[in-house]
Structures are given as C-alpha cells and as structure tokens.
C-alpha cells in the first residue's frame, strides 16, 4: 500500500485517517466535540469542563461554532475575550475578500494596531485584483478603534473616488463595521468590476478548523459535510441558547449524531436568563422536548440544564461560583468522568475499530475500481478488441495490410483492361456503335453535287464539283460536320470512361479501392484515419486534354487517274487544315471549298462516269483521313486517361505510406500502454495480498 499511497489520493487519505486513529489510541482520550451556534456559549463550555482536574486528562476537547446562526445571543459581544489563550483564534476578526477567479474567499486578519490600506495598488495590505476597476488605488481604510475595557472595534473610512457601499447603501467618511457586513467597492452590489469583501468576528475558541469541504461534496444540506466532521467524536454537546427556538441546523445535528450511534449526545441548556426571563426559556426548552419525543430521540440525548455565565469570555478573572451554580457543574463534570472511567477503552475501540472498517472498506473500493480500470483498458489511452491480445491483433493488421495490397494490384489491373477494351470498341471500324463506323457511314453517304461556270476568254465551260450530306446544316462544310463528330463523341466518351474508372471498373472502381482500404483498418479501435483521404479524384478535365490532342493533316488530299496518268487533286474538301478549340468547341481554320476537274478530264472522258470514280475517291479520302484522325485523338485521351489513373495509384501508395506510420505508432504506444498495465496489475496484485493479510491479522 505504499508505493500505491505515495501516488494515489484516496490512499494518501487512508493512511492519513489510520495514522491519526493510531495516535488516538496512543492517547487514550476520548473525543469530546463542543458545539455551538454561540461561540461564547462553546467556550463557556470548554472552560467549565477544562477547569476539572481529571477530565483533560480523560477526554480531548475540541470546540467548533456552527455556521448559519438564526439566533442572538444574550452574551454582548463586547464581552468575548480576545486574549490569546489555549481555546482562542490567533486572529478571530476577520475581512473576506471573494474573488470570482477562486473557488475560496481570502481571509484577511485584522490586527488590534496600525491601518490597513484597501485598494488595487501593490503597497495596500488588503489588495484588489486589477479587474475590479471600480475599485481605487487607495480605496478605504480599515482602522481599529478601541472600545471599553480593553476591547477594539473597527471602522473603514472611504478615500475612493467612486464610493465605498455597506450592504449596498454608500457611507460619508467613516463607518463603524459591524458583524457581517457587507463591503462593495465603488457599485452597491457585487459585479465583475465591483468587489465585495465581508467583516466577520470569528469567536472561534477552538483550535483551527480543517476545511469543510466544497460544494460539490456536499449534500442538500450545505452543512453536510461539516455534520460529518462534528459527529467523529465519542461525546458531542451541543451547546443552546433557549431564548431563541432550536435552530434547523441545531436539529439536522441531533439527527445525524443519533443516527451515528456515538456514546453520548448531550444537549446542555444555558439557563443563565432563567431569572430574567423564565416563560421564553422554559418554553424553548419544553418545544425542544417534544421536538425530541416526535422524532423519538427522547432517550437518546442527555439535556443538563446549567447558567453557564460564569465561564463567559470576560477580561475580568472568574468569581467564586454560587452553590447551585456550582453542583450543578459538579453533577456535569462527575457524569462526564463516570463515563470515562468506566467505560473509556470499550468506547476508544469500539469508535476506533469502526472507523478502521471504513476506512478499509474505502480500500476496499479503491482496488476493485483500480482492478476494474485495469481490466477494461480505462487506464489505457486505446483498448484492444474484445476477446484480441496484442499477438493477434498485430496478425490481424499485417493480413488487412496484405490484402489491401492484393486488391489493389487486382483493381488497378482489372481498371486498365476494361479502359483498352473501351478504346477498342471506340475505334473497331467493324462495330456500328464504333466511331470509324460513323465516320464511314457518313462519307459513303455523301453525295457529288456538280456546277459549270463559263470562263472569261475562253470557249469552253469550267466544271467544279463538291460533295454534300443531308446530315449537315446550310452553315456547316464536311469538315466542321466531321469535327463536331470527332471530336463530340471523343470527349463524351473520355467523361464516360472516367465515370466508369472512378465507380464501375475493377467491381466499383478507384473509388472503390479507397473506401475498402479505409474500412479493412476499421477493427483497430482508437486509430485516426480521417475518411476524406480515402476517397479517390473524381473529376477528370477532358477539354484540358483534347488541348494535347491537336492534329495536323496535309491540307490536300491527292489521288492518281489511272486512266488518263493525270493526277487530280482535291482541295478544301478534304483538307483537314489545323483543328482549334474555342469554348470547348472545335472549329475550323480553313475554309471547305470545291473541287476543280482539269480540262483534260472533261475533254478525254464522259462526265459522269469522270464524276462517279472523283466522288468515290473523295469518299475514301475523307474517311481515311478522319478515321485516322478519330484513332489519334483515341489514343491521345486513352494515354491522359491513364495518366490520370498513375496518379491516382501513386496517391494511394503514399497514403499507405502514411497509413503504415499511423499503425506502426499505434502499436509501439499500445504495447506500452498494456506493459504498464501489467506491472500496474502486477502492483495492485502485490498491494491487495499485503492488504488482506493485515486485514486477516486485524480480524476485521
């Protein structure tokens, strides 16, 4: 337990209680709490019961003042003794300063002699944060004034320039603080900028309080933790004041002592204004009674009624008791040493002995929350699957990251064949959903349209001839007609295509890939893969890439006349010139003209049959030149299309990359993790068998 001690705090807690229940019982003296809602009356009590020559040696008392008092007492508060004694506060005035930036107020002493400065700058001796601007640099003053018989008061006289509030009304000059107040800094009421400290009198004739706990700790009641501390005794005596009824807090008391089975509940009633005012005391006392008889507490509280006025806090050294005054503290201190004497070792173990089971049962708990931590990975910044260790689980990745490959290598490879099997089927001039078919179709349907225009100077007539489809508009030439097929089907088939590689190739496609790599890793619970990165490019510029496809054909398109040796050639119709992009549009940089027949055609043959064989070799001309140019704008956006797909692959290799690092580092920081799980279950194992072996010895 104390190498586990040295770091946990419920254990420091522990030690510390069973340190202080061991020196408990080195002493031999029972616990004796005085408490009281008066702290004149709680230390009347402890006078009374300290001025017995046995007693201190029988019993530790300790005196407490209960907070939220309802009361007032008879006792002036010029009468409380500030010399400082075995049962007085070094410093029991008191000006509390809450800040907002803590979760305590700040205590400030005051002293009998010299002022103290209030204020924001850095020599005042009570210093208010920068942020409350309201407040001056030299705000007040807090000066004592000395009263009668010795006894000193205080007054706070304001120097500031936005004014200094007590409980919210502004004061001229100089105030005299009473008990309670509040002070607010240049506003009536506490803000952001405006501070608040409060005067108290703390008669505290105790030693000095352990703190009471925080609000979270606490329970509906806002004592509650202090009803814990007040009830670790052997003996509680409340101390009550009957010209004022019982108090909620005097009450809650009384039920969690009955409740906490201690040895002795005493609830001693200062008779002392009996004489003076018999029918208000004698009433508060029987209301108390059948308070006690409703909450069938009648036998479980002792109610010694004693004028306790001779012990008050006074300057002036104590006279001799009154006979009935004094048997009745007699009668007081004799029960109290009865009840020491005879019974003293059996109520030391019995009180010690259960506060030992507690605290071994707050042990208790502590291991089992440490061994349920370490169990279920609490401890661990990530946990290993359920029913997994590290050997398997470290298997298990080096398998996903084995088969992430494989089907990657299987993808990309099944992608690559259907784009080749895609371009095939594009340019197969045997296929009539094939671009060459269309290309064919269209120029075998052209037809020869023939025109004659008379020479100047010359006899004979000139004869042009040109070719014309159905399929083109008034504004349209071959040309631009075949440039809108071209190159329209191309670029519609390049943005299918790259649908069909992103989402439908290789059984779903690159984006496929991505998004089963992302959840082969999704077993390995606590690792960051962000899903945005597994996600595949899916736009492809085709305009970007018909810019790379440009193609130059000869601007002629020639043929030999077999019969005559003459060759014909053919200008503007056939012409393919330089094809551009305006817009994404192809358009064309030369003009489609018509054809010339030399004079030695017309004179040597029969017209139509000359133009039957001129218009069949146009036909083959053309479709050959636009096949060829189809199949180079093919194999143009297929080699981009496959740029675009290497590029995709080579991201997803260094996304692997990166992916193994994150693995590898969340393997080497969950070995560690588990490591120190073990020598922390090790530990704790080592710790318990200890703990159950002094368990074992104590018999508890």
Known sequence: MTATGSQDPTFKTVAGKLRSLSAILKTGKLKFQIVSQSSPLAYAVAKMVESSATLPALYQFQTTTLPGQSQRTEIPMQAVEYARTELASPEPVLLQFTDRDREQPISHGLPKNGKLLIGRRPDCQIQIPQQYSFASGHHAEIVPVP????????????TSTN?????????????????????????????????????????????????????????????????KELIDCDILCLVINPT???????????????????????????????????????????????????????????????????????????????????????????????????????????RVSSQ?????????????????????????????????????????????????????????????VELNKSKA?????????????????FTDELQPVVSREKEIGQDKDRVSLRLHSDKMSKSQTIHTHMNRLCY?????????????VYGTYGDGGLQEIFQQTHAAFDFIPGLDLPSSSFAANSEFDVYKCLQYSFVEFDNQVSFQDQSSGNKLMLWGSAAMGVVGLAMGQPFLLM??????????????????????????????GLCQHYQSLARSIADKLSQQINLAIEAEERRFKTLMETTSDK????????????????????????????FMEIRKKMQL
């Not at 803000?191 to 505290?204: H, P, V």
């Not at 089927?425 to 045997?430: H, V």
């Not at 004179?603 to 218009?615: G, L, N, P």
């Not at 020598?679 to 704790?684: I, S, V």
């Open 591 to 620: 003009s489609a003209g018509m054809g010339m027949l030399g004079k030695q055609v017309a004179q040597q043959q029969s017209e139509t049959a000359k133009i039957e064989q001129i218009t069949e070799n146009l036909r083959k």
């Open 488 to 500: 329209g089907d191309m670029s519609q088939w390049a943005k299918d295509e790259w649908q069909r």
């Open 425 to 441: 089927a594009l340019i197969d001039g045997f296929s009539k959903e094939s671009l060459l078919y269309k290309i064919k179709q």
């Open 244 to 350: 004022a009824p019982l108090s909620n807090t005097e009450k809650r008391l009384i039920e969690r002592t009955t409740q906490a089975r201690l040895f002795k509940t005493i609830a001693i009633f200062d008779v002392s204004a009996i004489a003076r005012e018999p029918e208000r005391v004698n009433n508060n006392i029987d209301a108390f009674k059948q308070w006690l008889k409703s909450q069938n507490l009648q036998g479980a509280v002792a109610l010694p009624l004693i004028p306790l006025h001779p012990f008050y806090p006074s300057p002036e050294p104590m006279t001799e008791l009154a006979p009935n005054v004094q048997q009745e503290c007699d009668r007081f201190r004799q029960f109290l040493e009865q009840s020491a004497i005879e019974k003293r070792e059996e109520i030391l173990i019995q």
């Open 163 to 227: 004014g200094t509030y007590i409980n919210g009304e502004k004061i001229e000059g100089c105030y005299q603080l009473q008990p309670d107040d509040r002070i607010t800094l240049g506003y009536p009421e506490p803000t952001d900028r405006s501070a608040e400290l409060i005067f108290k009198l703390e008669y505290n004739v105790a030693s000095p309080q352990s703190t009471h706990g925080s609000a979270g700790n606490q329970a509906s009641d806002p004592n509650e933790s202090l009803y």
């Open 663 to 690: 693995v590898g580092g969340y393997m080497t920081e969950l070995k560690k993790g588990l490591d120190s799980a073990q020598n922390q279950q090790k530990q704790l194992q080592k710790e318990k068998s200890q």
């Open 147 to 158: 009263g009668t018989d010795n006894f000193c008061n205080w007054q706070i006289c304001d």
């Open 356 to 416: 030992i089971k507690q605290q071994l049962a707050i042990l208790e708990r502590a291991y089992a929350e440490k061994e349920a931590a370490l169990q279920t990975g609490q401890n661990l910044s990530v946990a290993l699957p359920p029913g997994t260790d590290i050997d398997e689980l470290d298997r298990q990745i080096r398998k996903a990251f084995k088969q992430v490959a494989e089907n990657k290598e299987k993808s990309f490879r099944e992608i690559r």
